[in-house]
């Protein structure tokens, strides 16, 4: 009796230094990485209320997250809610979450903010492509590229993989840095909505979906479908004047991003961020969502030849415009050697993840995998995944140079 009472007492002092406070409000979440051990890259922990799962994209979850150092927690337990995010990518196994503290927080010394994405990468085996994009961007000293850092993410003591820690994008000084008031838009091309965002139709077809204003009224969503239609109008029947519509020297930039890319969204699909405010010109961006590109197809591989993105949406004619298609070549034979050195970095870029890339496949047994949806690509180790990327990279460089 005596035994078995001191067994329940020690139980209970363990227990009592697992949580180290109530368990409405613990000192630390628990992790056990035993089978998944540290892999040099910050652990991000995050438990719902009685682990409630992440069904769909609507449902904010109240959660508690935590990050975790090599040896232990390295943040307070934080308050936030949690939901799905993404489109096709919300239907994988390994799906995306959306972020929403309940206080602005500053995650590795980013600007604080309560907003932040947790991408999931599952269809891109190299787990880089939306990670070297960004600093592509940022190379190519576009106005504003997410930051971002890569983590492990354990959901409800569950290890879910390797993640990309992003800045979720959003009108704000330190993100897109538009002057708040009704006449500032952030707007996103799409091709799915959901019930609660606020869309329109353009003259060319076109679904744009408004970021922002957050809940404009009728008045503020035809400022910005007026001004949208006069200029596809102007746009598709050849009449403009580039510089009165467009600053051009961003548009050329965005345009080679997606092109050198051949990003299957990046074709005026979805995912294409634009800004404009009263009396300037559209910009483009953020970038965003680059998981399906570099070769990666919906269905099948893709090759690093040909043009892709300026036969689509306003790129299409665009393109056709004198003024513009000259500043396009222009702008490729100025930069190309941004492009050649983020081909040569993609291999150092991949140390990043040398040890957490065995913990992501012994998780997600994918790599061989190309029949079943939505892979297209099949590699013998992590590594091949990186000498395919860097193949890819190197022959579209050379294709466009052929091209230009």
């Not at 239907?91 to 010394?109: C, D, H, P, R, V």
Request: aromatic content about 16%; proline content about 4%; some cysteine.
């Amino acid at each position: 009796m005596l035994r078995i009472l001191a067994y329940i007492i020690i139980c209970l002092l363990l227990w009592s230094c697992v949580w180290n406070g109530t368990e409405s409000n613990p000192d630390f979440l628990p992790l056990d990485d035993s089978e998944y051990p540290y892999a040099e890259l910050p652990r991000i922990v995050v438990e719902t209320d009685d682990f409630s799962q992440i069904r769909d994209r609507e449902t904010k979850i109240p959660a508690k997250f935590q990050i975790y150092g090599k040896s232990g927690p390295e943040s307070n337990v934080l308050d936030l809610t949690v939901k799905g995010r993404g489109h096709s990518s919300f239907t994988m196994a390994k799906y995306s979450i959306k972020l929403k503290f309940n206080e602005a927080q500053s995650l590795f010394g980013r600007p604080a903010d309560k907003e932040w994405d947790l991408v999931s990468n599952q269809r891109d085996k190299s787990m880089l492509r939306n990670y070297i994009t960004y600093q592509l961007a940022r190379i190519l000293q576009d106005e504003y590229s997410p930051q971002c850092r890569f983590v492990e993410f354990y959901l409800n003591r569950n290890y879910m993989g390797v993640y990309l820690l992003v800045e979720h994008v959003k009108v704000a000084p330190h993100r897109a840095n538009l002057v708040k008031s009704d006449s500032s838009f952030l707007f996103e091309k799409t091709r799915e909505t959901d019930d609660d965002d606020i869309v329109f139709e353009s003259s060319l077809n076109c679904i744009f979906n408004i970021k922002y204003p957050k809940a404009p009224n009728q008045e503020t969503i035809n400022r910005l479908k007026t001004h949208v239609n006069k200029f596809e109008n102007k746009l598709s029947n050849d009449s403009i004047t580039l510089s009165d519509w467009i600053d051009i020297d961003d548009f050329v930039r965005y345009y080679w991003i997606q092109e050198f890319s051949k990003n299957i969204d990046g074709a005026f699909g979805r995912s294409i961020f634009i800004t404009w405010q009263f009396n300037e010109p559209f910009k483009m961006g953020p970038v965003w969502d680059f998981d399906v590109a570099y070769g990666i197809g919906n269905t099948r591989m893709m090759s690093p030849n040909d043009w892709y993105v300026r036969y689509q949406g306003w790129y299409q004619y665009l393109i056709k415009n004198k003024i513009f298609k000259e500043r396009v070549n222009q702008y490729w034979k100025d930069n190309k050697e941004l492009f050649v050195d983020l081909a040569d970095s993609i291999a150092s870029a991949s140390n990043l993840l040398k040890r957490a890339s065995k913990n992501e496949f012994k998780r997600w047994p994918v790599l061989e995998n190309d029949e079943i949806w939505p892979f297209v690509d099949s590699y013998s180790s992590y590594e091949a995944t990186i000498d395919s990327l860097k193949f890819w990279t190197t022959r579209r460089i050379q294709w466009i140079d052929e091209h230009l």
